[in-house]
Every structure is written in structure tokens, then in C-alpha cells.
């Protein structure tokens, strides 16, 4: 009886991860799925509490934990949660391989061969996900030896190896019995191949990695979730496995990438780009003011706003709301072009726009904006750079060649706020800042749009 109580209660947990999910699906419902999926997890907890009797050493990670959950949440900018959520992944992905490892440590544990196939995998797929979310983590951050992609001498080949001796060893692994030297062997290796695999991938493409990482860890969890026996860490662990790949898939489109390229590091680099360099692309460059910019967008109809990883570092999307407010106030109609990848990670633009509690109807997604930019008078761009570049269709050699793009081009007047005419995350110039009907806006995001309310104002 008491058994079947405590499956009954993972079964329960597992339906709340299944609900925190699907609210989390919403801007919405995000934050009440993040709540529905902590408690799903602290039910989890408490009901291993019941079921090991190992209480001390379980609340004593449960309190350490949260306390630098808390410190985290409080202290990490919007700008730097990708880096966040890749080291949230790379600690999943360690988590799998120390606890597949001690169950393989227990003494008298003999496993049976599918039990053996799943701690193999945990440590495979868990060490890939810890050391290729640090090599992420470093890329983000632009840590300066990340900062461009490591060329790796015939990669592909030493990639091939090293997944060969893997699938030896767990063969080796899952036939004889015997365990540990196969497992750290694999977790060994394994390690090498998570920074083969993320080192030579250029940053344009890291929004990609982050979304296939986190299905890793997914997946390292589930597989955990098979050695030791627990139901709702293999149900909580498909369940990340699934939507991250879902997720990876929707991203790979929209970086018209394949998800084979994803999954053996064979996206292009930026060492790839031949175009022509920066002098040249920005030698008609025309800058603007905000005076200037006032008097435009007062005679629009129709505006755009297309943020990008600027609009984060600025914290611009509260004055961003105070423009368009003022705007719709004169009849003017403003929507918010988003794309998939914009930003560090998928959904940060979303996240950001909706701290600024502006309303999720007036985010168009690409597909849907692209068909009427045409139609559009002001297109503002703030801190976008590779997602509205449009060497995008026009340079196959470039290193964002065939990528989607925002095609601000087309419209009337486009005005592009940025510090300076540096490049984006993939380092490639973007001929757009000196297209006919662009002007440059030379500020911080944040200042230029306060900038321009106060002009609108003044001549109002």
C-alpha cells in the first residue's frame, strides 16, 4: 500500500511538470508554470526523502540549492540569462554523471544490461552536455578565448573516432558487466567530444546549441532516471528531452540550418566569411538625431520595432513601451517585429518586451511581418544587427548565408539605433546601416528612445 502511495505521488509530480510546461508555452502563464513545475519538483524531492531515508544529506542540496537559486535570480541581468541557462544545462548534464556513476559505485549493485545501457548513456550524453554548455558559456560571455571559433584540425574525423571507441565501450559496458573503468572511460572521452563539438560553432549559432543542450540534459536525466529506478525524473527528463528538441528543430529552421549540422558541430563559423570588409560596406553611412527621427516618425502611419540583444544590454524596453504609448496616443500604429533567434537565446526578446508589460498581441513573429514590411513607414531597429542583415540572401560564402531574416529593407524609412557600426554576434557587416533609406542613430538604446520621447514632446 504504501508503494503504490508513493508511485501515486510521483505520477502526481509528473502530471505538474506536464502543466508547468504547457503554462510556460505562454508569456501569459510563464511564471505561474515556473511556480506549477517548482512545486512539481519539491514534491519530488520530499517523496525521495520518504522513499531513501537519506534526509540530511537531500535537504542539505535542497537548502544550498536554493539559496543559490535565490542569489541567481536577484543578481544575474537579462542580458546574461543566456549564459545562465547554459550553465543550467552544463549542471544538469554533471548531476547525470555523478549520480549514474555512484549507483555503478554502490557496492554488491550488480546491473542488469539495460540498467548498465542507461548509466552508459547518462555519462555519455550528460559529460557532452557539462563541457559543451561551458564551452557555450564562454561564447556568451565572450570570454576572449571563445570570442571567435576554435578551428579544430580535421574535427569531423576526430568527432567520428571518438563516437566509435564510445559506442565500443558501451558495448563492452552492457556485455561483460563490468562497469566503472567503461563508464569513466566514456565520461572521459565524452568530455572531449562536448568541446569538439560546441568550440568550432560560430556565435551567431549559439542560440541553436542552447535549445540542444537543454534537450541533452533532458535526455542525460532520463536516462539517469532509468538506473536508479525513479519514475518522475524519466518522465520530467523526457519531457525536457522532447521540447528541447522541438525547440532545436524550431530554431535550426529559423537559422535555415539542419539539425544533422547541430548535432556533429558542423554549422559554419565566421572564419568561413569572404565578404567584403567594414570600411567598404559602411562607406555611405548616414547618421541621424533625435530631433530628426521626432519629425519622421510624426508623419508615420506605421511603425516596426525590432529588438535585438542592444534593447537588452540598454534595459531599453520600458522606454521602448513609453515610445509607443506616446505614438498610438497620435493614431500611430506600432507593432514589434520578433525573430526566432534574436537576442542570445530563443524567447529572450519575448521575455524582455514582456517585463515591460507590453502587450503580447503586438508581437508579430517574422513570418507574419515580413509579407507587409513593405507597407511599413518607420522601421526601427535597436540593437538588431544579424537578423535584419541582409548578406543573409545575398552572400552564400557568409557565415549567416540563407538564415530568415527581418526584411527591414523594404520599408520606407528605416532608423537603426546602435553604439557604434560593430558587428553582431556573428562578426559579419551589415550593408543595411548604409542602405538609401537607412539613418544610423549613434546612442545607447535606452538614451537615443528617451531621447526621442522627449523630442516628440517638445514638438507636440
Not at 335 to 348: N, Q, S, T
Given at each position: 500500500m504504501?508503494d503504490?502511495?508513493i508511485n501515486?505521488?510521483?505520477?502526481?509530480?509528473?502530471?505538474?511538470?506536464?502543466?508547468g510546461?504547457?503554462?510556460m508555452s505562454?508569456p501569459?502563464?510563464?511564471?505561474k508554470?515556473?511556480?506549477?513545475?517548482a512545486?512539481?519538483?519539491?514534491?519530488?524531492?520530499?517523496?525521495?526523502?520518504?522513499v531513501?531515508g537519506?534526509?540530511?544529506?537531500?535537504?542539505a542540496?535542497?537548502v544550498?540549492?536554493?539559496?543559490?537559486?535565490?542569489?541567481l535570480?536577484?543578481?544575474?541581468?537579462?542580458?546574461?540569462?543566456?549564459?545562465l541557462v547554459a550553465?543550467?544545462?552544463?549542471f544538469?548534464?554533471?548531476?547525470?554523471v555523478f549520480?549514474a556513476?555512484?549507483?555503478l559505485l554502490?557496492p554488491?549493485t550488480?546491473?542488469?544490461?539495460?540498467?548498465?545501457?542507461?548509466?552508459a548513456l547518462?555519462g555519455l550524453?550528460g559529460?557532452v552536455?557539462?563541457?559543451g554548455s561551458l564551452?557555450a558559456?564562454?561564447?556568451l560571455q565572450?570570454?576572449?578565448?571563445?570570442?571567435?571559433?576554435i578551428d579544430?584540425?580535421?574535427?569531423?574525423?576526430?568527432?567520428?573516432?571518438?563516437v566509435?571507441?564510445?559506442l565500443?565501450?558501451?558495448?563492452?559496458?552492457?556485455?561483460?558487466g563490468?562497469?566503472?573503468?567503461?563508464?569513466?572511460l566514456?565520461?572521459?572521452i565524452a568530455?572531449?567530444?562536448g568541446?569538439?563539438?560546441?568550440?568550432?560553432?560560430?556565435g551567431?549559432?549559439?542560440?541553436?546549441?542552447i535549445?540542444?543542450l537543454?534537450?541533452?540534459?533532458?535526455?542525460a536525466?532520463?536516462a539517469t532516471?532509468?538506473?536508479?529506478?525513479n519514475?518522475?525524473?524519466?518522465?520530467?527528463g523526457s519531457?525536457?528531452?522532447?521540447?528541447?528538441i522541438?525547440?532545436?528543430?524550431?530554431m535550426?529552421?529559423?537559422?535555415n540550418?539542419?539539425l544533422?549540422?547541430?548535432?556533429?558541430?558542423?554549422l559554419?563559423?565566421?572564419?568561413a566569411?569572404?565578404?567584403?570588409?567594414?570600411d567598404?560596406?559602411?562607406?555611405?553611412?548616414r547618421?541621424?538625431?533625435?530631433?530628426?527621427v521626432?519629425?519622421?516618425l510624426?508623419a508615420?502611419?506605421?511603425?516596426?520595432?525590432?529588438?535585438g540583444?542592444?534593447l537588452?544590454?540598454?534595459?531599453?524596453q520600458?522606454?521602448?513601451?513609453?515610445l509607443?504609448?506616446l505614438?498610438?496616443e497620435?493614431g500611430?500604429e506600432?507593432?514589434?517585429?520578433?525573430?526566432?533567434?534574436a537576442g542570445?537565446?530563443?524567447g529572450?526578446m519575448?521575455?524582455?518586451?514582456?517585463?515591460?508589460?507590453?502587450p503580447?498581441e503586438?508581437?508579430?513573429e517574422?513570418?507574419?511581418?515580413?509579407?507587409?514590411m513593405?507597407?511599413?513607414?518607420?522601421a526601427i531597429?535597436?540593437g538588431?544587427?544579424?537578423?535584419?542583415?541582409?548578406?543573409?540572401?545575398?552572400?552564400p560564402?557568409?557565415?549567416i548565408a540563407?538564415?530568415?531574416i527581418i526584411?527591414v529593407?523594404?520599408?520606407?524609412?528605416?532608423?537603426?539605433?546602435?553604439?557604434s557600426l560593430?558587428?553582431g554576434f556573428?562578426?559579419?557587416?551589415?550593408p543595411?546601416?548604409a542602405a538609401d533609406?537607412?539613418?544610423m542613430?549613434f546612442?545607447d538604446g535606452?538614451?537615443a528612445i528617451l531621447d526621442i520621447?522627449?523630442a516628440i514632446k517638445?514638438?507636440?
Amino acid at each position: 500500500m504504501y508503494d503504490a502511495l508513493i508511485n501515486l505521488a510521483y505520477v502526481v509530480s509528473a502530471i505538474l511538470f506536464i502543466f508547468g510546461l504547457k503554462f510556460m508555452s505562454h508569456p501569459r502563464t510563464a511564471v505561474k508554470g515556473n511556480l506549477v513545475s517548482a512545486g512539481a519538483m519539491l514534491l519530488a524531492i520530499l517523496l525521495t526523502l520518504l522513499v531513501t531515508g537519506v534526509g540530511a544529506y537531500v535537504v542539505a542540496g535542497l537548502v544550498i540549492g536554493s539559496i543559490i537559486g535565490i542569489v541567481l535570480a536577484v543578481k544575474i541581468q537579462m542580458t546574461e540569462m543566456p549564459q545562465l541557462v547554459a550553465l543550467f544545462n552544463g549542471f544538469g548534464g554533471a548531476a547525470t554523471v555523478f549520480v549514474a556513476g555512484a549507483e555503478l559505485l554502490r557496492p554488491n549493485t550488480i546491473g542488469t544490461s539495460d540498467v548498465l545501457l542507461a548509466a552508459a548513456l547518462s555519462g555519455l550524453i550528460g559529460a557532452v552536455t557539462f563541457w559543451g554548455s561551458l564551452v557555450a558559456y564562454g561564447k556568451l560571455q565572450e570570454l576572449q578565448m571563445f570570442k571567435k571559433p576554435i578551428d579544430i584540425p580535421s574535427v569531423h574525423l576526430i568527432n567520428a573516432i571518438m563516437v566509435m571507441v564510445l559506442l565500443l565501450l558501451i558495448i563492452l559496458m552492457t556485455g561483460t558487466g563490468y562497469s566503472v573503468l567503461p563508464y569513466l572511460l566514456i565520461v572521459i572521452i565524452a568530455s572531449v567530444l562536448g568541446v569538439t563539438l560546441v568550440a568550432p560553432i560560430g556565435g551567431a549559432d549559439m542560440p541553436v546549441v542552447i535549445a540542444l543542450l537543454n534537450s541533452y540534459s533532458g535526455l542525460a536525466a532520463a536516462a539517469t532516471g532509468f538506473v536508479i529506478e525513479n519514475n518522475v525524473l524519466i518522465i520530467s527528463g523526457s519531457l525536457v528531452g522532447a521540447s528541447g528538441i522541438v525547440l532545436t528543430q524550431i530554431m535550426c529552421k529559423a537559422m535555415n540550418r539542419s539539425l544533422l549540422n547541430v548535432v556533429f558541430g558542423g554549422l559554419q563559423s565566421a572564419a568561413a566569411s569572404t565578404g567584403p570588409a567594414a570600411d567598404e560596406v559602411y562607406a555611405n553611412v548616414r547618421s541621424t538625431s533625435a530631433d530628426d527621427v521626432a519629425m519622421i516618425l510624426d508623419a508615420a502611419q506605421r511603425v516596426v520595432i525590432v529588438p535585438g540583444y542592444g534593447l537588452a544590454v540598454a534595459q531599453a524596453q520600458h522606454a521602448v513601451r513609453d515610445l509607443a504609448t506616446l505614438l498610438e496616443e497620435k493614431g500611430i500604429e506600432v507593432e514589434y517585429a520578433i525573430h526566432p533567434v534574436a537576442g542570445r537565446m530563443p524567447g529572450h526578446m519575448n521575455v524582455l518586451l514582456a517585463e515591460a508589460d507590453i502587450p503580447y498581441e503586438k508581437l508579430r513573429e517574422m513570418d507574419d511581418i515580413n509579407p507587409t514590411m513593405s507597407q511599413v513607414d518607420v522601421a526601427i531597429v535597436l540593437g538588431a544587427n544579424d537578423v535584419v542583415n541582409p548578406v543573409a540572401s545575398t552572400d552564400p560564402h557568409s557565415p549567416i548565408a540563407g538564415m530568415p531574416i527581418i526584411h527591414v529593407d523594404k520599408a520606407r524609412t528605416v532608423i537603426v539605433i546602435k553604439r557604434s557600426l560593430s558587428p553582431g554576434f556573428a562578426g559579419v557587416p551589415n550593408p543595411l546601416f548604409a542602405a538609401d533609406n537607412a539613418l544610423m542613430l549613434f546612442a545607447d538604446g535606452k538614451k537615443a528612445i528617451l531621447d526621442i520621447v522627449t523630442a516628440i514632446k517638445e514638438n507636440a
